[in-house]
C-alpha cells in the first residue's frame, strides 16, 4: 500500500497565514455534510459531529482497503444567518444555520460514498470557486474583527463581492487544545464587482 496521504499538505484551500488575507480558486469539491440551526455550543451541534465523524472513518476505512489511505481531513462548516452581522459584531449564534463538512478525497468512488453513508448525512458538492482566507489564531469567538475586516476592507478593497456561504476550516482538537490556541481558516467566496 502507498503512503498515508495528508490532504493537509496537498489541498492548497488548507494553506492560509495569520495576518494575511490570500485570494485563492478553489476547484469543485465533495463533502460528507450534515445541516443544523444555532449556537455551536449546544448539544445538536455536538451530535452533528458524533454523526459526520463515523461516516467519514469508515469512508477512510474503504479507501484503505481498496489500496488508498488518508488522514481525515479536519472538520469544516459552512455557516450563514439572516442578518451577517451575527457573525462580526453582534455575534448572536441563536441566528447561525450551519453546515458540517468532511472533504472526501477524489479517488473515493460512488461506492465507497453509498456504503457509509447514514441517516442525515449526505454528499455534497461545493464550487465555491474564488475565495477570501486567513488563518484565525485563537478562539472562535474572537474571529469578529478579523471577519469584519475581511467583509468590510479586503473584500471591497480588491474590487470583490462575496457570495455564498462563510466557510471556517479546524485545524484544532478543541477537547484537546487551549483556546488562545486554535487554528482556523475563515474563507468568503467572492466574485468580481
Given at each position: ?134 488563518l484565525h489564531l485563537g478562539p472562535f ?53
Amino acid at each position: 500500500m502507498a503512503d498515508k496521504v495528508d490532504l493537509k499538505k496537498t489541498v492548497d484551500g488548507y494553506r492560509a497565514r495569520a495576518g494575511e488575507f490570500r485570494i485563492v480558486e478553489l476547484p469543485t469539491q465533495r463533502y460528507l455534510a450534515i445541516d443544523g440551526h444555532g449556537d455551536p455550543n449546544t448539544p445538536p451541534y455536538a451530535h452533528a459531529i458524533a454523526t459526520l465523524y463515523p461516516v467519514a472513518y469508515a469512508l477512510k476505512s474503504a479507501s484503505r482497503r481498496a489500496g488508498r489511505d488518508y488522514v481525515v481531513p479536519p472538520l469544516e462548516a459552512l455557516w450563514s444567518a439572516p442578518d451577517p452581522t451575527s457573525f462580526t459584531s453582534r455575534r448572536d449564534k441563536s441566528e447561525w444555520d450551519w453546515t458540517l463538512l468532511s472533504l472526501v478525497p477524489e479517488w473515493v468512488d460512488g461506492g465507497m460514498l453509498d456504503a457509509a453513508l447514514t441517516e442525515g448525512v449526505r454528499v455534497e458538492t461545493l464550487a465555491e470557486g474564488w475565495c477570501v482566507q486567513t488563518l484565525h489564531l485563537g478562539p472562535f469567538d474572537d474571529e469578529g474583527p478579523t471577519l469584519a475586516r475581511m467583509h468590510d476592507e479586503f473584500i471591497p478593497g480588491e474590487g470583490l463581492q462575496m457570495t455564498g456561504r462563510h466557510h471556517e476550516i479546524y485545524f484544532s482538537d478543541t477537547r484537546r487544545v487551549d483556546p488562545a490556541r486554535f487554528r482556523t481558516i475563515l474563507r468568503q467566496p467572492v466574485r468580481r464587482v
